[in-house]
């Protein structure tokens, strides 16, 4: 059977974010002559948030996370992506025509590409915004390399708080970490193998101190206020995926709140596709631009494949 289609939508696609994953997919997708827009929410990428990124491909001695956003944006609107700031606030998806509603405009795609992104919870402590760049970071395998032999503190809970500390601790010359939650035992076991990694339990961070950038943090301890030393203060409090209006929409995601995709970046409805930290697969700057261009490609292919 013909699928019918509606009217004629305002674009071919859509593409919800514009961090490395959303630019990419943007990119893409108007280098292969589709009618491609890219909405940038309010919340800023990670990527601009990363003082100096290391590990990715083509800039041996790093480049800043906002420049190397910058470059990537310049890209996709040279290819002849439209990029427009405005926020999602609703999406139906299941129609062979898309409509995503902004808090400006009503849109309509034939496909859409979710790169949303994480968001990164915060502590919501003083000093914590006022030094984002300038001791405080969200990512330590961004911004780890730039503490070597210096003193950070991180905190944080999970797994992924326990991964990042070890890095850390092969990095920093000592590494005082600070659990939100109780340690379990095998997280305890794994930290005590190594010996610059000091663990400060029952501890309620009040205030990240310093002038220009971070010299400590200021604690409250059982027996009264402290204030530790510390070159940096790294936060790796719980990751909250942008979904809700996801999941209203029909997007089905795990238990984390990560998008399900298939090795295609397709989601569980037809002609939406998702990639990056909105997936919870990777996790780096490098899979991101992967998983978006993977995303473009195929949905290039399927909204030739309604053409047809």
């Known amino acids: 059977m013909r699928l019918t289609l509606p009217s004629k939508p305002s674009y071919d696609i859509i593409v919800i974010g ?29 990527l601009s948030l990363a003082k100096m990124i290391y590990n990715y491909p083509g800039f041996p001695d790093g480049i800043p996370g906002k420049k190397l956003l910058e470059l990537m944006e310049a890209q996709a609107v040279k290819m002849g992506a439209i990029l427009r700031e405005d926020d999602v606030v609703s999406l139906t998806l299941t129609s062979p025509i898309k409509t995503v509603i902004t808090r400006r405009e009503s849109l309509t795609a034939r496909a859409i590409i979710i ?26 395998i961004c911004d780890g390399p730039l503490y070597k032999g210096k003193d950070v503190v991180l905190i944080g809970h999970g797994d992924e708080a326990v991964r990042d500390v070890k890095l850390l601790s092969s990095i920093a010359r000592k590494v005082l970490f600070i659990p939100l939650e109780p340690l379990k ?14 663990i ?21 301890l059982p027996e009264g206020e402290k204030i530790i030393k510390a070159n940096g203060v790294f936060i790796v409090a719980r990751e909250v995926p942008i979904v809700n209006i996801l999941k209203k929409a029909g997007i089905k995601v795990d238990e984390r709140g990560c998008i399900i995709v298939n090795v295609n970046q397709e ?32 949905a290039v292919s399927y909204i030739r494949g309604l053409k047809r």
């Open 18 to 46: 514009a961090g490395p994953a959303g630019l990419t997919a943007g990119m893409y997708a108007a280098s292969l002559n589709v009618k491609t827009l890219i909405l940038k929410g309010s919340i800023p990428s990670r």
């Open 115 to 140: 790169a949303t992104g994480m968001q990164r919870a915060k502590l919501r402590i003083s000093g914590e915004d006022e030094f984002l760049g300038r001791g405080v970071s969200y990512c330590v």
């Open 185 to 198: 035992g095998n997280e305890l076991a794994e930290l005590e193998t190594c010996s610059n990694i000091e």
């Open 200 to 220: 400060l339990d029952n501890c309620k961070v009040k205030e990240i101190i310093g002038r220009d950038v971070v010299e400590g943090i200021k604690v409250e």
């Open 267 to 298: 989601t569980n409805i037809k002609g939406v596709f998702a990639a990056g930290d909105c997936t919870c697969i990777g996790m780096q700057v490098s899979t991101a631009v992967g998983q978006g261009a993977l995303a473009a490609i195929n």
